[in-house]
């Protein structure tokens, strides 16, 4: 069994920055792709971004590229979403999930699941 559990949301003004984490237990974590999603209300789950397992990898929404970076820590079996540049378009649920690959993830194809973190970004 994996346990994803993300913190690090907020509310932040509008150009501000937030840091979210991903902690995931077990022992497997270096063997899967991980991924970002967002939720904002009344719409679907988007993808955000993925990173490969071995963090060499790493793809985004065209959205959110150039404003937010993915990166894992395989020791610390963490993954990380630095949002920077933030807008009011950016508030959601954002959402971990891990996956055998990065292009799987892209295409919402995920094994675990967390329980989202609220972002909330103000004008």
């Known amino acids: 069994q994996v346990l994803l559990v993300e913190s690090g949301g907020g509310l932040v003004q509008a150009g501000g920055s937030l840091r979210l984490s991903c902690a995931v237990s077990?022992?497997?974590?270096?063997?899967?792709?991980m991924g970002w999603f967002r939720q904002a209300p009344g719409k679907e789950r988007d993808f955000v971004a993925a990173?490969?397992?071995?963090?060499?990898?790493?793809t985004y929404a065209e959205s959110v590229e150039g404003r937010f970076t993915i990166s894992r820590d395989n020791v610390k079996n963490t993954v990380y979403l630095q949002m920077n540049s933030l807008k009011p378009e950016d508030t959601a649920v954002y959402y971990c999930?891990?996956?055998?690959?990065?292009?799987?993830?892209?295409?919402?194809?995920?094994?675990?699941w967390g329980q989202g973190t609220q972002v909330t970004v103000s004008s």
């Open positions: 077990g022992r497997t974590f270096s063997s899967y792709a």
């Open positions: 990173i490969s397992a071995s963090g060499s990898i790493t």
């Open positions: 999930a891990a996956g055998p690959t990065s292009p799987g993830l892209r295409r919402g194809l995920s094994n675990y």
